[in-house]
């Protein structure tokens, strides 16, 4: 417990006060009405804020070893008219924060009340002498209290005093001087105030499981952002002084552009083109206040910044960083690295050190790394303060002094900060209720603008009636990915915290089937429904195919290799599994990848000839065929399983082919292409057919849409990801 809290009777948070002794509850002097069982809860969590409690100890706490509750219901009652006492969120939390299968935390700053103190009849009034050295020394005489009949003699209350005054000096002394050392370690330790710049909600904050990095940029009057609109991410500016958001006018040639960095004097920008969702893509330079934008060379990147003279680009591609001089088109290498996936590259401003964020592609963690002036060696930056590590997108106020990045921790992302070079000992700046990403530092000062955002997801069904989109109710309301079982009576999902459940068709019988710890993508019923095949990964693992009884119990992992597999789908006699690799946006690998097929009895894996190049495949539901989609996804292709042979069933943007249940036609969705098109294609003749598109939906502005599953009635279902992004801004010198 804080010291400031021990044996404190009343606590403030936020509007709130609290009576721990009397089991009250105030909202700006205003009595608010809470049980007797939620107020012992929230004392529980008050006076340890900031700390996990386990649900065993509050059980313990709340109804003692011998009393007989329905446990987790009481206490999830308790905790539901807790919150809504103080109008708090369990998705958006305030105040209280539920760890899964851990148990709660009280996350907003407690205060302990001082109170008025009584002085009993009994007290005795302090001798003149201890009054007239209270003026001598400024400090407030205690109030002593003692029965009147055995006063103490004037010196015990002269040495009580003086004692007591030493103490207080001496702590005085030592706050002092442990307030200097602190402050001449991080400056300040306040939690900053956070103000809005937009109130649009519709910034970009990336797509989920893409290990793309959503960047920012500022030239002083605007910040630079992708904001959603048609369900893609738009580069655009955002006015710092009104908070209005302006799409730019990029030429068409750049596909699905994403923002990298601002050039010295704030006058151009760095904007990679996605052709494809393989890496390394086209750059391109834009200039703000008009002017043409013209590719740089015929260079690939996966990120670039400027160098820090403005005549230059560095930039990454696989494990290299190349410097291009823009006057004459010559290049040098700057650096080779250990490692692949190099993003978000930022100059310090005095142009002595290169940080940079890394992504494992096999562990799917970021970290910091930098680079010294002069050296080619990489430094990993905060060394064992994250497990696994997940920091990135670093940046540095205009005078250097401070060092800002994100960085997430039990699922929550904020942001930290260090001095200008330290590499260890971050400072939180923000704590929730949103995740803050992507800062940027501002020209002049240590102001800094970022996204805070709030996501959520929706699954809709297609009418085709009506040419719209209509939300799901019930149990699949808030499914992401959802497969059904071959005889149409059972229905598996993930849901948006990535764990897999099953249910029938009628949200009967339903259980969740993987535990919190691990992180589910999709799974897919066996012909007889007894099992699912699924695609998760441990953390700080890769992507890996498991086994899982349909009934529940402990996954069993498939392969023994260290890489990312991905997207199993059964045969039609339930013997065997095709899978193939993610591809270059969930995990940029450098070897071959292909689709294997995996023998369930003998655990012996063969290559698909000629399947190169081809990801996310699907064996049709009578077993003679296999979709699969080309790495940069403009391709449809079929396999002939008794013929051993490939033919390109479309030529379109195609993700995510699903099989009619008849095995004759197959959905998909291209994803590149405007307005996201579903189309279905005919296996015997290779018609075309589009459904619908993005403009389906009526009633949301979807920050992405997803196709994901097959009702059994051959009705389309896409989860809508509804993100809520701002610019907000705040000053780390507590302005």
């Known amino acids: 417990m804080p010291p400031s809290l021990v044996d404190t009777t009343r606590v403030r948070f936020g509007l709130f006060e609290a009576d721990l002794k009397t089991g009250e509850l105030w909202k700006a002097g205003r009595r608010v009405k809470l049980q007797s069982q939620p107020f012992k809860l929230l004392a529980i ?112 209350y002269r040495m009580r005093y003086l004692y007591m005054a030493s103490i207080a000096v001496i702590c005085a002394v030592i706050c002092i001087l442990l307030g200097r050392l602190w402050g001449s370690r991080f400056e300040a330790s306040t939690v900053p105030r956070i103000s809005p710049v937009t109130e649009t909600g519709n910034l970009s904050p990336g ?56 050039s010295p004097d704030g006058s151009q920008l760095l904007v ?32 670039a910044t400027w160098m820090p003279d403005g005549k230059g680009i560095l930039y990454s591609i696989g494990n290299q960083l190349i410097e291009l001089r823009l006057d004459n088109a010559t290049s040098r290498r700057f650096a080779s690295l250990p490692f692949g996936g190099v993003y978000w590259l930022r100059w310090s401003p005095d142009h002595k050190l290169l940080r940079f964020t890394a992504i494992d592609p096999t562990r799917h963690n970021s970290s910091l790394w930098e680079i010294r002036a002069g050296s080619s060696t990489p430094e990993k930056l905060m060394k064992n303060w994250n497990s696994p590590s997940n920091e990135c997108c670093g940046t540095w106020t205009s005078d250097g ?7 997430t921790r039990e699922g929550r992302t904020d942001l930290w900060r260090t001095n200008g070079e330290a590499t260890s000992s971050p400072i939180k700046i923000t704590n929730g209720p949103l995740n803050y990403k ?14 805070g955002v709030n996501s959520r997801s929706k699954l809709y069904s297609y009418d085709a009636a009506r040419d719209e989109f209509v939300a799901k109710s019930g149990f699949l309301s808030n499914a992401v990915r959802l497969n059904f079982s071959r005889n149409g009576q059972w229905v598996a999902w993930v849901d948006s915290r990535h764990r897999l459940w099953r249910a029938r068709v009628d949200g009967s019988e339903r259980i969740q089937l993987t535990p919190d710890s691990i992180n589910v993508f999709l799974a897919t019923w066996s012909p007889d429904g007894q099992r699912l095949a699924i695609m998760a990964r441990e953390p700080d693992e890769p992507w890996q195919i498991y086994l899982l009884s349909a009934n529940g119990g402990n996954p069993q992992r498939l392969l ?21 690799r993610v591809y270059d946006m969930m995990g940029k690998e450098n070897a071959p990848r292909m689709l294997d097929v995996l023998d369930l009895e003998t655990g012996h894996t063969t290559p698909i000839p000629h399947s190169e190049g081809l990801f996310s495949p699907r064996w049709s539901p009578n077993g003679r065929y296999i979709a699969a989609t080309t790495l940069d996804q403009q391709n449809l292709m079929l396999y002939d399983v008794a013929a051993r042979t490939w033919t390109t069933l479309a030529s379109t943007s195609a993700n995510n082919p699903i099989w009619s249940p008849d095995s004759q036609t197959i959905y998909f969705q291209a994803s590149l292409k405007e307005y996201q098109p579903l189309y279905r294609v005919n296996i015997r003749d290779g018609r075309l057919e589009q459904i619908t598109t993005l403009k389906a939906f009526r009633s949301v502005s979807p920050g992405d849409y997803f196709f994901c599953g097959i009702a059994p009635d051959s009705v389309p279902l896409v989860r809508v990801h509804i993100r809520s992004g701002d610019l907000y801004t705040t000053d780390l010198d507590g302005n």
């Open 45 to 156: 969590l008050v006076e340890r804020p900031g700390e996990i409690i386990s649900r065993e100890e509050l059980q313990l706490e709340l109804w003692g070893q011998d009393t007989v509750v329905e446990f987790e219901h009481s206490l999830g009652t308790a905790i539901n008219r807790i919150r809504e006492a103080l109008g708090d969120s369990a998705v958006n939390p305030r105040f209280i924060e539920t760890l899964t299968r851990r148990g709660y935390r009280f996350i907003a700053p407690v205060i302990s009340v001082s109170q008025d103190i009584s002085v009993p009849a009994t007290s005795m009034e302090l001798p003149a002498e201890i009054i007239s050295l209270d003026k001598e020394t400024g400090i407030e005489p205690a109030v002593l209290t003692t029965s009147a009949s055995a006063a103490p003699p004037r010196s015990v």
């Open 207 to 262: 797509a989920p499981f893409m290990e793309n990095l959503p960047a920012t940029a500022t030239d002083g009057v605007d910040v630079f952002a992708s904001a959603i609109e048609d369900g893609r991410a738009v580069p655009s500016k955002i006015a710092i002084s009104e908070g209005d958001v302006q799409a730019l006018q990029l030429p068409s040639e750049i596909v699905n552009p994403a923002l990298g960095d601002i």
């Open 272 to 303: 990679r083109g996605h052709l494809s969702a393989k890496s390394g893509q086209p750059l391109w330079i834009v200039p703000i206040r008009g002017g043409s934008a013209f590719r740089v060379s015929n260079i690939l990147a996966d990120d």
């Open 401 to 407: 002094k401070i060092f800002i990045f994100q960085a």
């Open 438 to 451: 992507a800062p940027v530092a501002a020209r002049s000062g240590h102001r800094i603008f970022f996204l």
């Open 560 to 580: 023994q290799e260290y890489r990312n597999a991905a997207d199993p789908s059964w045969s039609a006699d339930g013997r065997y599994l095709v899978f193939g």
